[in-house]
């Protein structure tokens, strides 16, 4: 196992980027393979596969309840059908039309959404959703990929075009440290352990993955030693990764970009409240909307920064 | 191939179907179903090329989608008298653990069924997506679709109207049953479509009309000749007028039978109006 400080953070990249790298993969290698997107191609990064396929390629214009109707009757022909717009749009404005034209009539649509959370940053809280993981996981059969770089959403992209069934793939716009190396499978439902520990696990998903190896890393300064999970997949949940750690450590942290109710913390607790009775401390933007700002200002302010994690390593520490 | 007076008996037993399905349970959407019995015999008799040996793909094959999907008691005594499960299996209408839900579902794989229906306003996106993946397919089938008039009042229909038009998929015959009626009132009472055909021709599709939805003859003309003129690049749409209720003399164009399932006299009384031509289930 790589050691946390081997990590190379300096490279940055945008997780929609790695989407669309994946999108592009797939337009080559699977031509059942086709996506539409409500006029946000350059957004979502899906302007190669649009010039590639032009004939797999659809814009639905600003009209994101029809896109999710029109993806679910091309996969009644076979087609696998990728939607793309921000994640505002992908879910809050659509639930009802994902609810039953996908998820309740078991279409095989991958709803791909980028511009999640208050990373998102100037255009403010109309746009950062930080309720969508939570809207998602509770659809019955709907899978939720939160995948933490470039590389990782590259490869979930061509993972979930292999799966049957609905699934939610989110990520950002912000340029992140792209630290997983590349052409690593995914394998959704099994998370990653980045580095073993025995006083606290740290659970998270997303841009939270890098932010908490930062943290491990100063933890390990004070002596402490963090096993760190990279939970990509909310739905369905690694909870066996989550109580044999928990076994272990007796202290959990869980880190994500996403309202506290309803998201993976929400998740994680859930499964120690059930299995295995863990203190449990929460990093997640506490029942409140975003606002405008540059990412790295708006997740200092809303609480879900490197030193609020390190925070609530500690006292999830002192709480056993 | 039925002939016309075959037709007519499958309406005179679909239309006992659905008011016993109904009444059975004390719940279900009769009026609508009573109005488009013409237009579901019509398609699923003479007009589609279908399979009742039911492949979710229908490759190869004529679909169909019920976005109104209210009117399930007509599509499913539709679906079971052209041979797609048990007519039997009538009698689990609404019931605990039955495939026939009270809105179209494909939770429980029931044949004959594509899409969830019942929230309205969704159905129109999925059929026009059905029909994009046809030509995607180079299946040279084409793709049916039932809306209610007052359904048009969800936005969403609009996006797909726009969409089907600027896409030119000319693979679809979309039908709305213009009925006038809603659950609150008529519906140029409740919020007036105005003129639907202008409203629909300006959004870049056919329109055909068929003026009396009712008579089995006209439905099949109108179908007919929405099929000649699928292939030319453009959309098309049927507006139906029909009556809800119609059949049943109490029920005729009153929209408070929207919702609401006959009593034990009001159900004797409609029976007595509608032979029993292809044997009660």
Known sequence: MKALQDYDLSIASDTRSGFGAGLTALGAANDKVVALCADLTGSLKMNEFAKNHPKRFFNCGVAEANMMGVAAGLSINGMIPFTGTFANFSTGRVYDQIRQSIAYSHKNVKICASHAGITLGEDGATHQILEDIGMMKMLPGMTVIVPCDYNQTKQATLAIAEHEGPVYLRFGRPKVPNFTPENTSFQIGKADILQEGTDVTIIACGIMVWKSIEAAIELAKDGISVELINMHTIKPLDTEAILKSAEKTGAVVSAEEHQRHGGLGDAVAQTLSMHRPTPLEMVAVNDSFGESGKPDQLMQKYGINTEHIIAAAQKAINRK | ?281
Not at chain 2, 147 to 157: A, Y
Not at chain 2, 175 to 196: C, E, F, H, P, S
Not at chain 2, 207 to 214: E, K, W, Y
Not at chain 2, 246 to 261: P, T
């Open chain 2, 1 to 281: 191939m039925a002939s016309i007076d075959e037709m007519k008996k499958v309406c005179s037993q679909v239309r006992r179907d659905i008011i016993r399905m109904t009444h059975l349970v004390n719940s279900g959407h009769p009026g609508g179903s009573l109005g488009c019995t013409e237009f579901m015999v019509a398609l699923y008799w003479e007009i589609m090329d279908h399979n009742p040996a039911f492949n979710m793909s229908g490759e190869n094959e004529d679909i169909f989608f019920l976005s109104n999907g209210h009117i399930s008691p007509v599509f499913y005594s539709v679906l079971a008298r052209s041979g797609y499960f048990p007519v039997d299996e009538l009698k689990t209408f609404r019931k605990i653990d039955s495939r026939l839900q009270g809105h179209p579902a494909t939770h429980e794989h029931l044949p004959g069924v594509r899409v969830a229906s019942g929230s309205l306003g969704q159905g129109l996106s999925v059929a026009v997506g059905a029909a994009l993946g046809k030509k995607q397919n180079n299946d040279s089938k084409l793709v049916y679709s039932l809306h209610g008039d007052g359904e048009l009042q969800e936005g969403q229909n609009w996006e797909a109207f726009m969409f089907a038009a600027h896409h030119n998929i000319d693979n679809i015959i979309a039908t709305i049953d213009r009925n006038d009626a809603q659950i609150d009132g008529r519906t140029k009472d409740v919020m007036d479509l105005g003129d639907l055909r202008q409203k629909v021709e300006s959004f870049g599709w056919k329109t055909i009309d068929v003026a009396d939805g009712n008579d089995l003859q006209s439905v099949i003309d109108g179908l007919q000749k929405a099929k000649a003129a699928c292939g030319q690049g453009k959309p098309i749409a049927i507006i139906l007028n029909t009556k809800m209720g119609y059949g049943v003399d109490f029920m005729h164009d009153k929209y408070q039978w929207h919702g609401k399932a006959t009593n034990e006299e009001q159900t004797a009384d409609a029976l007595g109006q509608l032979e029993e031509t292809l044997g009660d289930y």
